[in-house]
């Protein structure tokens, strides 16, 4: 079945810079992709998520990039901040599977 | 606002005794799904349902069950807890497909003792 891996357990960061996690994935009907964020002590929530009719998508700070050729796809965050600080997680989805497989998570721990 | 409740928030049980879990969602969503999550492992599916009087099992049910007996409530039930059913439960909602965002409870704590 279908597999989703986030590389990194843990990123640390600079106050400032861009922090990137990335996922991969291994069902090529894959077509929905989510991330959440899950805040020390608390439950996830969404932020951003992109589908595979598109390679690229933006929110404000955050941009979803899908590499379908690679299976993959990464969470870019741009000038960091404090509240940035938290674990988070990729998941996928396909059409014929509507459940989303989640990766195992990235803390991402942003330095003053 | 989207609302995904869980009770009770903490729980300490003894191995061998029964423990139930709810949650209660008021987004009229049809699929709900309950998670553990285990430092290490993040969030593994246990059961899942597509709306009143249906559950199925997901990637690790052994040792749980699942009701749903209306579109707002989901229950997971451990007839005889034991340690390692000890993690974080998840409670979570969203739109028939699963291509949609998914709400989450704000869990609860089960240590079996």
């Known amino acids: 079945g279908e597999k989703v891996e986030q590389h990194e357990s843990t990123l640390s960061v600079r106050e400032g810079d861009s922090a990137v996690i990335n996922c991969t994935y291994t069902d090529t009907a894959s077509s929905y992709f989510p991330w959440y964020k899950q805040e020390a002590g608390k439950s996830l929530h969404f932020v951003i998520d992109?589908?595979?009719n598109v390679d690229r998508k933006q929110s404000q700070r955050l941009i979803v990039l899908l590499d379908k050729k690679a299976k993959r796809f990464s969470l870019h965050i741009t000038a960091t901040q404090p509240e940035d600080s938290a674990i988070y997680f990729c998941a996928a989805s396909s059409d014929s599977n509507y459940q989303l497989i989640w990766g195992s998570g990235t803390k991402l721990i942003i330095k003053p | 606002e989207a609302a995904v409740t869980q009770s009770p928030r903490n729980k300490v049980a003894v191995t061998g005794g029964k423990v139930t879990l709810s949650c209660n969602q008021t987004?009229?969503?049809?699929?709900m799904y309950w998670y553990r999550q285990d430092t290490g492992h993040g969030l593994r599916l246990i059961h899942y349902?597509?709306?009143?009087?249906?559950?199925e099992k997901g990637d690790i049910p052994d040792g749980y069950k699942a009701s749903r007996p209306s579109q707002e409530n989901f229950s997971l039930i451990l007839e005889l807890a034991t340690p390692s059913q000890t993690s974080v439960y998840f409670c979570?909602?969203?739109?028939?497909?699963?291509?949609?965002?998914?709400?989450f409870g704000k869990g609860t704590r089960l240590t079996v003792v």
């Open positions: 349902s597509y709306g009143a009087g249906s559950t």
């Open positions: 987004n009229n969503h049809n699929n």
């Open positions: 979570a909602s969203g739109d028939a497909g699963g291509s949609t965002e998914v709400f």
């Open positions: 992109i589908r595979s």
